[in-house]
């Protein structure tokens, strides 16, 4: 096995996490989110949002969600197709 498929297999593995423990993953962030602005007084609301919506952002991309349709963009083949 080279490195090459070494690394996509890891890769595989991360999607396969995220996807399992996408609301677990979701819901810490966001009570990492909302500690981290009680903790700063609020002085850095707008950033902790913005990194929380990334951050969300970054977990769907890994784990689209089981109702999406298959071939929609942002799906593991990529095509874009949409199925009727």
Known sequence: MGFSDRL????????NAAADN??????????????????TGGKYSDKIAKATEKTGAIVDR????????????GQPDGSGATQA
Do not use: H
């Open 62 to 73: 890994l784990a689209p969600s089981q109702d999406t349709e298959a071939g929609a963009p």
């Open 8 to 15: 996509k297999e890891l890769g595989d593995r991360a999607k």
């Open 22 to 39: 996408k609301d677990r993953i979701s819901s810490a962030v966001e009570s990492a989110g909302a500690i981290a602005d009680q903790r």
